[in-house]
């Protein structure tokens, strides 16, 4: 019996097009500050440890936490996002549809603990949300099994009783099921969001 809905944040509560919508703006942002740019970046991140992700991108959030221009990152993202209304809606719906019937609601994410709740704040979701575990919470990301096991602790959570919701077939589904969480795939052409309502 599935007591815990734990989602994913980007591409399965909310819309990842603001990143690279932004992430134009992020790398002018650190070429004006610091002079930073190219080669020379690519160098000074791998210094820390941060490596292109999907479309060869950084973590904009990762970026600017390392280059001590988070105050200026959070100017950007409150700037750029919006609320998107299908996304909103079917969000909206489930997540007031599993409190509704007394679930419990958790969002586990790569994101910094402040993007997750500006996020969650400006998408009317986050009275929804019982309780946040970001990376930062972690100290790994969630490909890594440590991720998985002090979310564990921290919330004192029973895997088997749990559905973990996202978009990353690895992340969200592989890596926890190692645990024994229940998965649920929203990706392209698999079951959408609000299809986790049809469990119920
Ligand atoms: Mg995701």
């Known amino acids: 019996m599935v007591s815990t809905y734990i989602f994913d944040l980007d591409g399965t509560l909310i819309n990842i ?5 932004m ?5 002018k942002l650190i070429e004006s500050k610091l002079g930073l740019f190219g080669e020379e970046l690519d160098i000074k991140a791998a210094l820390f440890g941060l490596v292109k992700g999907d479309h060869s991108r950084y973590d904009s959030g990762d970026l600017c936490r390392e280059l001590g221009l988070l105050a200026e990152y959070y100017e950007i993202l409150d ?18 549809e599993l409190k509704k019937k007394g679930l419990r609601v958790g969002v586990a994410s ?3 603990h402040r993007t997750i709740q500006s996020y969650l704040n400006k998408y009317d979701l986050l009275e ?3 309780f946040i575990f970001s990376s930062e919470d972690a100290g790994r990301r969630k ?5 998985w096991e002090r979310l564990i602790a921290a919330e004192d959570l029973v895997p088997t009783e749990c559905l973990i919701i996202g978009d990353s077939k690895l992340e969200d589904i592989e890596v926890p099921g190692t645990f024994e969480f ?5 990706g392209e052409g698999e079951e959408k969001l609000r299809d986790v309502l049809k469990n119920l």
């Open 17 to 21: 097009r603001i990143y690279s919508e």
């Open 23 to 27: 992430y134009l703006e992020i790398l």
């Open 79 to 96: 700037r750029h996002i919006k609320v998107r209304k299908r996304v909103h809606d079917d969000a909206f719906l489930v997540l007031s």
């Open 110 to 112: 790569n994101s910094m």
């Open 128 to 130: 929804f949300v019982d």
């Open 143 to 147: 490909n890594d099994p440590v991720f």
């Open 182 to 186: 229940n998965g649920f795939y929203v």
